[in-house]
């Protein structure tokens, strides 16, 4: 009983009018090692406000600076409602509860690129609603929503069909997690069907998990996909100088050939795996998150000619 009233005095103290804003810049340098060219990129530019404007109930909006195309992309922007402990209902646009890979925010990557699986294979943020319910005195959580099939720039649209996302998570002793989900798209004319399983541990220093996720495409349209990704990341406490943590990590990620379902169009992957080792220097005070991070990646068994090298690339994240 004291735990409760502990917790509901933080989120009390939280209750604002007067958001809270904080913010993502990933900056980098790339190295093309077969052709020797080189860039510098800002991968990500985020802002974004939220807060808690009354003990259950709390908001969130996420935009992008699109160095592409020199536009601001809304991300995210959903509102929700804890019912009871433990079961909260949002609704809005946001990402599909599906994967973990997906799931895994600039500021939080292991890696200075995403995964296969979390850039092609299921990368979708859809406006719809989900219901998350943790179920009491159990390490179970369940979440499960609906959502509009198409693109997030058409999602506006009536339609006569639906995409829709499962997911349950099992918190396990000693540091295990498991997780699987289910996902239903249908963003023009082709349906497609994905499932997912993730295992992770995570101990004193290090972190491992492994992923794989298979796609099904609705009436034999193409030939079923498969993705995969395992990595491990061994971290230390230090003091050398500003940083306060050492990382290095080692990832193994592929997918088989693979069509990538957008509004308009359905873009064809070659199959590919690669190999990442990397190192990252990481100072965390507070809010404020900054990593310096150098990887190289190795690239096999690519069909697709010269459109992929092996390359280094080095990056400054600071997330506050």
């Known amino acids: 009983m004291f735990c409760l009233a502990t917790a509901s005095a933080a989120v009390a103290a ?9 913010g993502t810049v990933r900056a980098r340098w790339e190295l093309d090692t077969r052709h020797s060219d080189s860039r510098f990129w800002v991968r990500n530019a985020r802002l974004s406000i939220g ?16 160095s592409n195309n ?24 946001f990402r599909m509860p599906f994967g973990v890979e997906s799931f895994r925010a600039p500021n939080n990557y292991f890696f200075a690129n995403r995964s296969f699986m979390g850039k092609q294979m299921m990368n979708y943020r ?24 198409v693109s997030l720039h058409k999602g506006a649209q009536y339609t006569h069909t639906m995409a829709f996302a499962g997911k349950a998570t099992v918190k396990l002793p000693e540091g295990w997690n498991l ?30 998990a492994a992923e794989y996720m298979y796609q099904h495409y609705v009436h ?42 957008t509004t308009g169009s359905e873009k064809f992957n070659f199959k590919r795996n690669r190999a990442t080792i990397g190192s990252t220097l990481t100072y965390t005070y507070k809010a404020l998150h900054a990593d310096v991070r150098l990887n190289y990646e ?11 090298s092996d390359c280094f690339v080095t990056e400054i994240v600071v997330r506050f």
């Open 51 to 66: 807060g808690y404007v009354a003990p259950s109930i709390d908001y969130f909006v996420q935009a992008e600076f699109d």
């Open 179 to 208: 997780s699987g989900g289910f996902a239903s798209i249908k963003p023009d004319v082709t349906r497609s069907n994905l499932a997912d399983v993730c295992i992770e541990w995570n101990g004193k220093h290090v972190y491992l």
């Open 70 to 93: 020199d536009h601001l992309m809304l991300l995210d922007a959903y509102g929700r409602f804890r019912i009871v402990k433990g079961l909260t209902v949002q609704g809005g646009q």
């Open 14 to 22: 939280d209750i604002s009018y007067v958001p809270q804003v904080h």
């Open 126 to 149: 859809a406006l719809g609603a989900k219901v998350v319910y943790s179920i009491p005195k159990t390490p179970l959580t369940l979440e499960a929503g609906a959502f509009n099939p």
């Open 220 to 261: 034999d349209r193409y030939k079923d996909a498969h993705s995969y990704v395992a990595f491990a990341d061994w971290h230390k406490n230090v003091k050398w100088g500003v940083f306060n943590r050492w990382s290095i990590q080692g990832r193994f990620d592929g997918m088989t050939d693979q069509y990538q379902l």
């Open 298 to 308: 190795k690239y096999f068994d690519w069909k697709g000619g010269d459109a992929v």
